[in-house]
């Protein structure tokens, strides 16, 4: 049975493989060809298109196909989307240590001041 996801969890769900971090930061510098996306990893073709299924499920790499060449591209909204969430929660970490080291500073007992 398919369940809905989230676009954010399946973001995440993608970005888990390191195979697939790898494709993301190769497409980060441009459009390529699956076949040169392919190059440099140690799996079979099979392999790198289902990575790229799975990549394009999550909204994160769109291809298309002319000819008989399939050209693979970042969809940097999916990133912008992830990255937003990463940093609000960052966001929140910081302000939370900022209010503890606050507090460390008004309770310090004064023979440390």
Known sequence: MLQYQEP??????????????RMVERLSA????????AEPLPMSMSAVMQH???LEAAGLVRSEKVGRVRTCRVEPEALTAAERWLNARRL?????????G????????????
């Open 52 to 54: 790229l299924k799975i």
């Open 8 to 21: 954010l969890d399946l973001a995440f769900q993608a970005l888990s493989d390191p195979t697939r971090r």
């Open 102 to 113: 606050a507090f460390l500073d008004e309770t310090k007992p004064e023979e440390e001041m």
């Open 92 to 100: 929140s970490v910081e302000r939370s240590l900022d209010r503890l």
């Open 30 to 37: 441009g459009p390529v060809s699956v076949s040169q996306l």
